[in-house]
């Protein structure tokens, strides 16, 4: 195999920055590609620290038309083997108020991304989409063959980016693409060195739960406790960012080995589904504070239990979820506990 180069686009990122680490520490070269509209350039430096390599920036934004030259440019110069699509806005209730802005840029940037691997030759990209693509309608544990219909326009940017990816690979059979259709990333590096950074009131369980639990929000409500679940609260498949990171991993080792086209959906998810009350508990044993909550109503859109079949991964790809819900609490704590604002501490 010939030595990796890859565009990390979106690497600076919660899952990027993960993923930016396992793939310098298994010898790649990166080219990261971030306008660091909801990421932060302390990322990079930690990213190097932990992998003990240097890494190119390009800081630009993807879905800007007026960057467009400068970033193909770029990309050409750096000669990639492949690509690592993560670059996109990712809240569902904002994408609800704001879909026209979502759609020009999720779908921008994608479109931008595959142009510009296309113009290096470098036809093999890993893209970053969700379990969110699945309607509620499909029965547990959810396969890839599963019906897809997102309920909120960034599920539907998600959907139509995969649609048009495999486009892309029907009409030039070089392209070797995978989407990749993550679960419920949660957790951080076990160094306490990277970690979820969101900006402003967290929409997401784990980083809400993480800053209750170090003083930062009084308590959390859990959205719900009367759906048909085995304690009346919602089930997910929460997986540990470093696995998700070595899904990325394998998926392009996989698809540097393949010699025909193609453009494939996985679910990375661990299998297992946890309801909000047992993601609490995990997290007050893991972190040893009280973490207060209430019953509130139930968030519109939420589905009562979604969880993956991770058997196509596990077949293509030899890869599997090995962290626990306490290995995901106990990392995820740690980062917190360690940089209670994030990059900024
Ligand atoms: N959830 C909750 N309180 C919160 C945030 C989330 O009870 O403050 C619940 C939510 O209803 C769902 C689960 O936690 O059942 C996971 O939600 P998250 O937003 O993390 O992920 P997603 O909805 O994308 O699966």
Redesign the pocket.
């Known amino acids: 195999m010939i030595k990796q180069r890859i565009i990390v686009a979106g690497g600076a990122g919660y899952i990027g920055s993960h993923v930016c680490v396992e793939l310098l520490s298994g010898g790649a070269s990166l080219l990261i590609i971030d306008n660091f509209a909801n990421s932060h350039p302390e990322a990079i430096n930690r990213i190097k620290e932990l992998a003990g390599a240097k890494v190119d920036l390009l800081q630009a934004d993807l879905a800007d038309p007026s960057q467009r030259k400068n970033i193909v440019d770029t990309v050409k110069r750096f000669q990639p083997t492949g690509g690592i699509h993560l670059a996109g806005l990712k809240a ?1 209730g904002e994408s609800v108020a704001e879909p026209a802005r979502y759609y020009r840029i999720n779908m921008g940037s994608a479109l931008t991304m595959a142009e510009a691997l296309e113009a290096a030759g470098a036809k093999m990209l890993v893209f970053s989409s969700s ?2 693509v699945y309607g509620e309608e499909n029965e547990n544990p959810v396969a890839e063959t599963g019906a897809a219909s997102p309920t909120n326009p960034y599920g539907r940017t998600k959907y139509f980016i995969e649609c048009m990816l495999k486009d892309i690979a029907e009409a030039d059979p070089h392209w070797r693409i995978i989407n990749l259709r993550y679960f ?1 990333p949660v957790g951080a590096h076990p160094s306490g060195r990277i970690g979820e950074n969101p900006n402003g009131v ?5 980083p ?1 739960i993480a800053q209750v639990a170090v003083g930062k929000r009084e308590m ?5 406790n009367d759906y048909p679940t085995k304690d009346g ?4 498949d929460y997986i540990h960012v470093c696995d998700l990171a070595k899904g990325h991993a394998a998926a392009l080792r996989y698809l540097d080995q393949q010699e025909n086209g193609c453009a494939l959906d996985m679910n990375l998810g661990t299998g297992a589904g946890y309801s ?1 009350l047992e ?1 609490v508990a995990a997290f007050k044993r893991a972190s040893n504070r009280d973490i207060p909550y209430a019953f ?1 109503p ?2 519109d859109g ?1 589905v009562a239990e ?1 969880f993956a079949n991770a058997e196509l991964a596990e077949n293509l790809l030899d890869w599997r979820a090995q962290k626990s819900l306490e290995d995901m609490c106990a990392d995820h704590w740690r980062w917190q506990s360690q940089n209670p604002d994030g990059y900024e501490t």
Not at 202 to 206: A, K
Not at 220 to 224: E, H, T, V
């Open positions: 569902v379990a969110t419920n967290p929409n997401n369980l784990f809400y959390l409500n859990i959205f719900g609260t919602g089930v997910r909000v993601a509130a139930r968030r939420d979604i």
